[in-house]
Each structure stands twice: as C-alpha cells, then as structure tokens.
C-alpha cells in the first residue's frame, strides 16, 4: 500500500469510498477496481439501492447504509478523506493515489478524476467551467478522443460526481450531495458550495475513471437534507 502523507497531519490518510449503487450486478466490478488500487480505501460501504443492492453488498462483504448521515456516526475519527464513486464507473489502478497526492500537494479539498467512455478512450468529462445560470460548460467536443490534450491540474466550476474525493471534514461541513438533484446536478451545486466555502475544486486528469455511460437519473446522492 502508498502511504500519502497529509501537509496538515504527519498521519498517512484514510480514506472512506462510497459506492452509490442502483444496480446489484455492478457492483462486483467496481469492488475488484477498489480492491487493486495502488492506495486502497480503508472501507468501502454501499448507500442506495434495493434489496438486491443489500444481497450483493452481503454477499461482497460490504458495510451497507441507506443515509450517509449514518455514515458519519460508524466510520472512524481517523478518516480523512470519502471518495464518491457511482457503481458503474471502473477506476484505474492509480486513480485514488492520484487524486490524494496531487489534491493534497496543491491544497484541494475537491478533487475529480478524469471520466472516459468505457471501451474506448472518448472522454466523457475533465470539469469545467459554469455558465451565468449555472449550467456546465464544457470544452470537450462530441466524440473527442483523450490524447492527453487536457491533462494538466486545474481549478474547476464543477466537477460530475462519478468519482469525487473529498476532505471529511467539508464534507460533513457541507451536509454532502443534495439527493434531491440529479447526478450532474448534485456534482455543480456541491462544487460551487464549495468554492463559496473557499475550498479548491480541481480536476485531477492522471486520475483517470472509466464510466459505463451517462449518470443515470436514478442514482441515489448523498442526502444533506438528513445530516
């Protein structure tokens, strides 16, 4: 295991990922991912989905919450870090490792992995920029190919929630995603919150997440309504 030391603590980081599920049958998939990083999570819990969600998570060994509000109460004082991961996303090997040593040499307190298309290298979303309404505004074009063309770090809008890791402590101070929103929605509104809070929102290119396609609808978010 890396061991990524944190420029406010001479502790190595600890790091939560949250899977927010709707599909039992992805879920092996991601859980592999998560179990080859490079820095591995020291949990990894499930929050949404049905009862077939419940069988799998069991069946995989999982902890299993229906509100992150609970999530707060169970994980450890230790944890430093919750990594937001949809369950159809397939992270590199690197991706947490990443996004832990570049978010935390920079001093960000959001950070996003790079999304590309599964399959292919058709990127789906580097972040960006906002408009006067607060919808996203993206440079990438339809189709566009990842060549490497954006891989540098950059403070950002917003970022989608796909994969999102964020410090615990503006997590819980946020109250987390808004569950009443959509996913793209809930990414925006949560990173412009935490600019307002004057945290640094940034896109972390070499961390790179491989999305099965666009966030569905349904995807449970983590609810501020119940912090």
Excluded: N
């Amino acid at each position: 295991m890396m061991h990524v030391m944190s420029d406010a603590s001479s502790a190595a980081p600890s790091v939560t990922a949250v899977i927010l599920a709707t599909d039992a049958d992805r879920l092996g998939a991601v859980v592999t991912a998560l179990g080859e990083q490079t820095f591995t999570p020291s949990e990894v819990v499930v929050v949404g989905g049905g009862s077939a969600v419940d069988r799998k998570a069991t069946e995989l060994g999982l902890s299993r919450y229906s509100e992150v509000a609970v999530l707060r109460s169970e994980v450890g004082p230790d944890v430093t870090h919750v990594w937001l991961l949809h369950d159809d996303v397939i992270p590199k090997e690197d991706a947490l490792a990443s996004l832990l040593i570049d978010g935390t040499r920079i001093g960000a307190a959001v950070a996003g992995s790079k999304l590309v298309r599964a399959g292919g290298r058709e990127l789906e979303s580097i972040g960006g920029l906002t408009d006067a309404f607060g919808d996203p505004v993206s440079v990438i074009e339809e189709g566009e190919l990842d060549q490497g063309q954006y891989d540098v770090i950059r403070d950002v809008a917003y970022l989608p929630s796909a994969s999102l890791l964020v410090r615990r402590d503006l997590f819980r101070g946020l109250g987390g995603l808004d569950r009443m929103l959509p996913p793209e929605a809930a990414g925006i509104d949560f990173a412009q919150r935490a600019r307002l809070a004057g945290a640094r929102v940034v896109i972390i290119p070499s961390s790179e997440v491989a999305h099965v396609g666009a966030c569905a609808e349904g995807m449970p978010e983590i609810g501020r309504a119940h912090v």
